[in-house]
T-cell receptor, first 110, second 120 residues
Framework: NAGVTQTPKFQVLKTGQSMTLQCAQD?????MYWYRQDPGMGLRLIYY???????DKGEVPNGYNVSRLNKREFSLRLESAAPSQTSVYFC?????????FGPGTRLTVT | AQTVTQSQPEMSVQEAETVTLSCTYD???????LFWYKQPPSRQMILVIR??????QNATENRFSVNFQKAAKSFSLKISDSQLGDAAMYFC?????????????????FGKGTKLSVIP
């Protein structure tokens, strides 16, 4: 039982490049989330997926797209990376009482 | 919209001593959950303790306890017998009691965090 896994752990992009962050959970949770964490800002919700086939915007969705590929997987895509997207990205999944977080991806955009 | 405020960006405590981290929140809801998460240098977010607003009794998990003051909208975390492994960022978080989208999903609102150092 791996919980929530994320790939890659680290990534460096040049401005304008695209990439997809991958997330998978093996806890059979319906809901999944993408957050970003910036220094002094706590975690902020980018997108969430209440169930397979649905996605909705969170607090800071601009510049991102998501795909809920199936119940296990929820990916985050940066189509044209910008330096403002330098951050640590966390994926999470939830049952009714608690969210479980992945180990995070540190993304640097130069 | 709910807001969560952690007014102490950094705190320090001597090993084996007790420290209290502060958190206040603003909400118009009567039912909700509050959480404290720990984030060590490994970056992993670890749930420390959870409090349901409808419960008057303060939650306790081993050396961690909370002082939940619903009327004052205050939710502080007390760490007793501090250990070197307690050094981390601590985040307070709020969630509504009711789910949205009808599928059990909900949004967590986080404070900006308190960095706790433990002095040997």
């Amino acid at each position: 039982n791996a919980g929530v896994t994320q790939t890659p752990k680290f990534q460096v992009l040049k401005t304008g490049q695209s990439m997809t962050l991958q997330c998978a959970q093996d806890m059979n949770h319906n809901s999944m989330y993408w957050y970003r964490q910036d220094p002094g800002m706590g975690l902020r919700l980018i997108y969430y997926s209440a169930s397979e086939g649905t996605t909705d915007k969170g607090e800071v969705p601009n510049g991102y797209n998501v795909s809920r590929l199936n119940k296990r997987e929820f990916s985050l895509r940066l189509e044209s990376a910008a330096p403002s997207q330098t951050s640590v990205y966390f994926c999470a999944s939830s049952e009714r009482r608690e969210q479980y977080f992945g180990p995070g991806t540190r993304l640097t955009v130069t | 919209a709910q807001t969560v405020t952690q007014s102490q960006p950094e705190m320090s405590v001597q090993e084996a001593e007790t420290v209290t981290l502060s958190c206040t929140y603003d909400t118009s809801e009567s039912d909700y959950y509050l959480f404290w998460y720990k984030q060590p240098p490994s970056r992993q977010m670890i749930l420390v303790i959870r409090q349901e607003a409808y419960k008057q009794q303060n939650a306790t998990e081993n050396r961690f306890s909370v002082n939940f003051q619903k009327a004052a909208k205050s939710f502080s975390l007390k760490i007793s017998d501090s250990q070197l492994g307690d050094a981390a960022m601590y985040f307070c978080a709020y969630r509504s009691y009711y789910s949205y989208s009808g599928a059990g999903s909900y949004q967590l609102t986080f404070g900006k965090g308190t960095k706790l150092s433990v002095i040997p």
